[in-house]
């Protein structure tokens, strides 16, 4: 079953915590992510759907750690806070 839908087996077996969420973050930056970055001409030529668009924005979660950690980096290092917050991707588009 999950090989039918190209989900790595590292993701269903028991672990610890800290072990599932890293696998699950290194599925989303590897597996799931990389689809915004195709053609979405192509998406939609291949699924036979015109104006199929691809987008996983809400799995920015599954590295929240990491954005904070790069974050406080930044602001450390004497950058503005909003800038560190763009750069560091912890700024949220209200639009979205």
């Not at 053609?39 to 996983?56: N, Q, S, Y």
């Not at 930044?74 to 700024?91: F, H, I, T, W």
Request: cysteine-free; proline content about 4%.
């Amino acid at each position: 079953m999950l090989a039918a839908f190209e989900v790595p087996p590292y993701l269903a077996r028991v672990s610890t915590t800290q072990e599932q969420r890293e696998a699950l973050r290194r599925y989303l930056t590897t597996g799931l992510e990389p689809l915004n970055h195709l053609d979405a001409a192509e998406i939609a030529d291949k699924a036979d759907t015109p104006g199929l668009r691809v987008a996983f924005t809400g799995t920015h979660a599954h590295d929240l750690t990491g954005h904070a950690a790069s974050f406080a980096k930044l602001v450390q290092g004497s950058m503005d806070v909003n800038k560190a917050l763009a750069v560091s991707g912890l700024m949220v588009d209200a639009a979205a």
